[in-house]
């Protein structure tokens, strides 16, 4: 298991830009704001969507297909470094006009309308690196800690 420990930074609450891919926004918010370790909850509603399956067995990502516009019912994600640059890793749920959810990675998300709630971590970030078990880019181990 790896661990470490963090102090509490900042807290930020932001609205998030109609029109804006979820991801990308928070991950350019991390960066202007310095921030390289946190997590993330997001709340609200996207015009578009794309979750995504970790298929075990290929080592894939496998699309997840949502249809039309849809409530975000919850965004849970962290921030840590990938490539020198802080990386956004995101799960959402998502329900559509008849209230049948979906959920996986998130992929991508075009904001309708959306809040976001962001915690900095203050300490050493975990920096991800290719897990050759899972094929993932997983936390690894820092060599300060």
Same mark, same amino acid.
């Given at each position: 298991?790896?661990?470490?420990? /963090?102090?509490?930074?900042?807290? +930020? ?5 109609? =029109?804006?891919? &979820? ?19 997001? %709340? !609200? *509603? +996207? ?6 399956? #970790?298929?075990?067995?290929? +080592?894939?990502?496998?699309? &997840? @297909?949502?249809?039309? @516009? ?5 965004? $849970?994600?962290? &921030?840590? %470094?990938?490539?020198?640059? @802080? /990386?956004?890793? *995101? ?7 008849? !209230?049948?959810?979906? !959920? !996986? ?11 976001? #709630?962001?915690?900095? /971590?203050?300490?050493? @970030? ?8 899972? =094929?993932?880019? +997983? ?5 300060? $800690?």
């Amino acid at each position: 298991m790896l661990t470490n420990n /963090f102090g509490q930074g900042r807290c +930020l609450l932001a609205r998030l830009d109609h =029109g804006a891919d &979820i991801l990308h926004q928070v991950s350019c918010l991390a960066k202007e704001e310095g921030i390289e370790a946190g997590v993330l909850t997001a %709340i !609200g *509603a +996207l015009s578009t969507a794309e979750l995504a399956y #970790y298929d075990q067995a290929s +080592l894939e990502y496998r699309k &997840i @297909p949502v249809e039309g @516009p849809v409530e975000l019912l919850s965004c $849970l994600g962290n &921030i840590s %470094i990938r490539d020198g640059q @802080p /990386f956004v890793h *995101a799960h959402a749920m998502v329900s559509d006009s008849q !209230g049948r959810v979906l !959920g !996986g990675h998130l992929n991508t998300g075009i904001v309708f309308a959306a809040e976001l #709630y962001l915690q900095e /971590f203050l300490g050493e @970030p975990f920096k991800r690196e290719h897990d050759s078990v899972t =094929g993932l880019y +997983l936390w690894g181990k820092n060599e300060n $800690l």
